[in-house]
């Protein structure tokens, strides 16, 4: 029993870390939430360290506590996030703030109710897993390298792009298309309190009661859904222009932060956009800032000029969703995600050719299975190295 609930816990750590750590970019928002909803925004500079940290400590628990190694030290630190997080999601259940947990990243999003539920089974499992605290185990060396290759999963997705992308703009997704909105999206109609005889109700404009019912209040509008696929773009005037991603193959680079792209990325940038539009490709460049023009202004003329002409600008935090890697670029076919790249791994000239004559199919496939199969089978590997190193050792003890 000791061990089943160590497993159990073991898993819920390992998936947890393993999802954050794949979506650093996603995770260093979740930290910076809550971060502005205790009211340490000023903290928020560290929110990448902090959630890059924090994930890795979680994955690297759940792997020990499923291989059974450094029992000890990882019963202390499982039970210290264990009460931790129980605490926070307390707090959160009762305030209700509206942003998510973030418990599993971008994979699985939990209300505050159901992750505080979910922490105090935790705090049951920890009770029967680590009460008393369990002896020492030797089983270092296959943690250590699943440990190792759980941190590089990490790291090459802040250099790159997750291995999954469990956002709404992953390739096979498409983009909302505000020309067809959905029935639900129309906004709600504000409803009137009036009160009689001790009795409120709520009545709508066209359906306002008799001279004997008196006014209280306007009851609250909920707010209009927005579309989590929505990518809402501007022309530097301010006029809409979301159809231009909508038509036709298009290549977008999209920069969350453009002041921190150097001029040899702009210039990688520019070289780019210049291949997509020789090969028939619409070439498109997404920021979050109306001061693009000063910061191109060390680059070429020429350079410059195809950028400039082919700007728009978006929301920060859509552009951060739409591709994690600032200043990375993203492939569209009538509003069908194809493919993602980072700014670190721009396809080559060849490439672009090839895109050109490939159909969609064909290249979504390409670009998400890959990695999606690698994060499953290193998954399942860990979890089954790990039931049957523990299988073996019982057998030894025998």
Known sequence: MRRFCTILIGLVF???GLF????????SLIVRSYLEFFHL???GGLSGVAAFVLSSLEALTGLALLRGAWRRITAK???ALIGFFTVITFILMLAQPKMDCGCFGEAFHLSHTQTFIKNIVLCALAAGAFIPLPKTSSKKNATIILSVITLFTGIYSLFFLPLWDFTAFGAGDRLYDTAHPFPQLKAAEPGFIYEKNGTQKEFSLDALPDSTWTFVSVADVPEAETPANLVPIAAPDGSPMDSVLLHGKVLAISAYEPEKLSE???GRAAELLASAAENGTQPVLLTASAEIENLLQDLETVQRMQLLMVSYFSDHKVLMTFNRSNGGAVLLDEGLIVEKWSSNG????VKMQKIAAEGPGNLIIGSSVPGRICLVFFMMAAII????SYRNRRKRIV
């Open 264 to 266: 040899k990325d702009w």
């Open 77 to 79: 630190v499982s039970m």
């Open 346 to 349: 721009y396809p080559t000239a």
């Open 385 to 388: 190295i790990s039931l049957f």
């Open 20 to 27: 954050k750590l794949i979506d650093p970019v996603g995770s």
């Open 14 to 16: 390992f998936s947890a």
């Open 41 to 43: 925004g000023f903290l």
